[in-house]
């Protein structure tokens, strides 16, 4: 398994602690691709072959400004920003589009939920995988806890959304945090095997009044079985997204963690 973490690869600084400490890769932002410009796109990629890193997968995936639910979908301009963000992120060797943007899928107060778990399905089969396809990159749905979305919270119902969608690159991601907030476990991941792509990895119960921080300790929680389950299922990368008040010092005492796991 490929461990990353999520940060920014317009934060040089961070960039160069990721590569140095170990990990395999980094994980940005989806909608920083798509709104590139040609002269920011050459100095990341340039930054990349700096430091041997590179962002094989990217989070935040549409804006609140483009729905794929509801009666207002506007299928030309999602197929414009999609297509110009996998081109552009491509570049930068993406392998994996996570799908959380709980902004775009939330349900509005009325609208029926079997149409827009249609809507999505149809979003993703139609115009995501086709536009991935290009480049080589899969797209993971990301079950969110229910105080961000109400569709798909559970890792189950991201795979049935991924069965839906019918599509080889089309898939499901598990994030610690959110199975934690949801009621999800290991054993749901091991039931679901071979249906996880990727995956998100923090500290769920956090410390100190602070929940979704970077995991430290092998003592703080049980870690091992999630990252067990995600091997037994070969899942192919877990990158670490979570709040952090010291990357320079959180990122290499992370990292170790995972690799002993």
């Known amino acids: 398994m490929r461990f990353g973490v999520c940060t920014g690869i317009d934060n040089e600084a961070n960039v160069k602690i990721a590569a ?8 940005c932002g989806f909608q920083m691709f798509a709104n590139a410009t040609e002269e920011q796109l050459a100095e990341w990629e340039e930054r990349e072959k700096k430091y041997k890193i590179y962002a094989e997968a990217a989070n935040c995936f549409l804006p609140g400004s483009l729905p794929v ?35 775009a899928r939330n349900i509005r107060e009325g609208f029926s939920y079997e149409k827009a778990i249609r809507q999505m399905a149809y979003f993703l089969r139609e115009i995501a995988s086709p536009e991935a396809a290009k480049y080589g990159i ?97 899942c192919e990368r877990c990158s670490i997204e979570a709040s952090v008040s010291d990357f320079a010092a959180e990122a290499p005492a992370a990292i170790q963690l995972l690799r002993s796991l």
């Open 20 to 27: 140095e400490c170990g990990y395999d890769y980094i994980e």
């Open 69 to 103: 639910t509801g009666d207002d979908v506007d299928y030309d301009a999602l197929t414009d920003f999609v297509s110009r963000g996998m081109k552009n992120s491509a570049r930068l060797g993406l392998k994996i589009v996570v799908f959380g943007s709980s902004g």
């Open 138 to 234: 899969s797209v993971v749905t990301e079950p969110l806890q229910k105080a961000e979305t109400n569709i798909i919270n559970t890792v189950k119902e991201g795979v049935m959304l991924a069965a839906m969608a019918d599509r080889d690159n089309i898939r499901c991601l598990a994030d610690l945090f959110h199975m934690e907030q949801c009621g999800d476990t290991a054993a749901d991941i091991l039931m679901i095997k071979d249906s996880i792509l990727h995956a998100h990895i923090s500290n769920p119960v956090g410390r100190n009044g602070k929940k979704r921080i970077y995991p430290l300790s092998a003592d703080e929680f049980d870690y091992k079985s999630f990252i067990d389950a995600l091997k037994a299922g070969s």
